[in-house]
């Protein structure tokens, strides 16, 4: 840790770090956003371009408001890292940062205390701080995207599980035997049946049992999938009703495992959430309803795809010893 730690500061420097896009922002104790830049990722292998771009956007935020000094940084990154914290250890889409000393390059180049977090642990953060999830303490954010992740925060407090893995939501077995075959190496994963990249699968491999179809195989995508559900197409209200099916067992088994308040639903599919909440709540009444014991609320998420950013700033706010 760096001994500059500017406390007169009012801003923190906020970064989600994607495998296509970074963005940052400047963040106030509030929670409000006064400058946001959105930049490619390096494409190149070297960890060094990549801490030079999060510097380089810093910089243009603060330049855009001309403030200086900045109090802290958390960059958020779409992978697993060591329990300290500070090595990013697991990162499929960012394969250069892995076993990279990243949280000190960082510090070296900021000279501010920087921390790193994982997106999805983010996420949970920013809803719990300004969005769906105000005033609970067990909270469990689902990230429905590309890929299915999970924040988990027990008690006011971010669980990231004893080696920093925990909320691998997008990988817990449905259906281990015949399940399609996951990225992971695994096959039926709740990923497989819940995510954009599943339900571009499930459309390819149904189009030709649905003759009354609009959809066609031509530049399929989740978000064509979605517009010609609004449009009343069955095959995608099919899917649609599968995506839900497959995400109630995954909320009622946390449910029936983790005694959650909320449990709120972001990322890219949860546009999708009017076609996917009846199979979703049928799902999850049918397998963690108790009698006389209330049920965990399930919500969408309310701060869209600024919840990672504003739960890097209120991690940046407090240091890393997050609680509500
Ligand atoms: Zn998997």
């Known amino acids: 840790m760096t001994e500059i730690n500017n406390s007169s500061a009012n801003l923190v420097f906020a970064a ?44 243009e935020c603060q330049h855009s408001v001309g403030v200086e000094v900045l109090h802290a940084a958390c960059v958020l990154v779409p992978g697993t890292l060591d329990t300290a914290n500070e090595i990013v250890t697991q990162a499929p889409n960012l394969p250069s940062l892995i076993r990279f000393n990243f949280k000190s390059a960082l510090e070296d180049k900021f000279r501010i205390p920087v921390l790193l977090e994982n997106d999805a642990n983010a996420a949970a953060v920013g809803e719990m701080w300004l969005g769906a999830a105000r ?11 590309t890929g299915v992740g999970a924040g988990i925060i027990l008690d006011g407090k971010l669980w990231r599980g004893t080696f920093g893995t925990a909320g691998e ?12 075959q996951c990225k992971c190496g695994n096959r039926g994963c709740l990923e497989m049946y819940a995510s954009a990249t599943a339900i571009v699968r499930m459309a390819r491999e149904l189009l030709s049992s649905h003759t009354d179809t609009t959809l066609s195989d031509q530049c399929l995508t989740a978000e064509k999938v979605y517009e010609a559900g609004i449009r009343g197409d069955s095959l995608a209200l099919e899917i649609f009703r ?25 990322g890219g599919v949860a546009n999708g959430w009017t076609l996917f909440e009846g199979a979703m709540r049928e799902q999850v009444l049918k397998q963690a309803s108790r009698p006389l014991t209330p049920m965990a ?15 890097a700033a209120h991690l940046a706010w407090t240091s890393g010893k997050f609680q509500i």
């Open 297 to 311: 609320e399930i919500k969408p998420a309310l701060c869209g795809d600024n919840a990672g950013l504003l739960g």
């Open 16 to 59: 989600d770090l994607g495998g296509t896009h970074l963005r940052g922002a400047l963040v106030d104790r509030c929670g409000v956003i006064h400058a946001q830049r959105k930049e490619q990722t390096p494409k190149d292998s070297s960890p060094q371009s990549v801490v030079q771009a999060l510097i380089d956007v810093a910089h």
């Open 242 to 266: 599968t995506v839900g099916a497959y995400l109630g067992v995954g909320i009622a088994n946390l449910i029936n495992i983790l005694g959650p308040e909320v449990i709120v639903i972001g």
């Open 135 to 145: 005033g609970a303490r067990n909270v469990i954010c689902i990230t429905l995207g």
């Open 169 to 180: 939501l997008g990988h817990t077995t449905f259906d281990a035997f015949n399940g399609p």
